[in-house]
């Protein structure tokens, strides 16, 4: 099993990021819709019509989001991710730690979080 750690600095206010991360018409405008999330812990979410689908395990509040990941099509076991975030002058940091990943995905899984989620939430924010 391997892991991915990454870094994103997105020029945009700490709660708007993090509104990118719950708020399932934001979710659908980067692209990781359609979606079902809440801002809950133990809450059951899916996106990508539920091609991907996990858990939130623990949530504080511009803070930190800590979930339980499944692929629909090839994982027994879940592969747990953590996102930290801090704001920095105009700008929010986000760090994303993704455990647990089978040997055979991880290449695809870090391309994934560049082309699909975190860069076009950094995308999508910067725009606006």
């Given at each position: 099993m391997q892991k991915i750690n990454q870094k994103y600095t997105i020029k945009a206010p700490l709660n708007q990021v993090w509104q990118a991360f719950f708020d399932p018409s934001v979710i659908d405008k980067w692209g990781g819709g359609p979606a079902v999330m809440a801002e809950k812990e133990n809450f059951d979410f899916s996106l990508w019509g539920g091609e991907i689908h996990g858990t939130n395990l623990k949530i504080v509040k511009h803070k930190s989001l800590v979930q339980d990941w499944f692929d629909s099509n090839k994982w027994i076991e879940p592969s747990r991710v953590t996102f930290t975030f801090r704001s920095d002058g105009?700008?929010?940091?986000?760090?994303?730690?993704?455990?647990?990943?089978?040997?055979?995905?991880v290449q695809?899984?870090?391309?994934?979080?560049?082309?699909?989620?975190?860069g076009p939430i950094k995308e999508l924010l910067e725009q606006a």
């Open positions: 105009d700008s929010t940091v986000v760090d994303l730690l993704q455990e647990n990943i089978p040997d055979a995905s695809d899984i870090d391309e994934g979080w560049k082309d699909f989620y975190l």
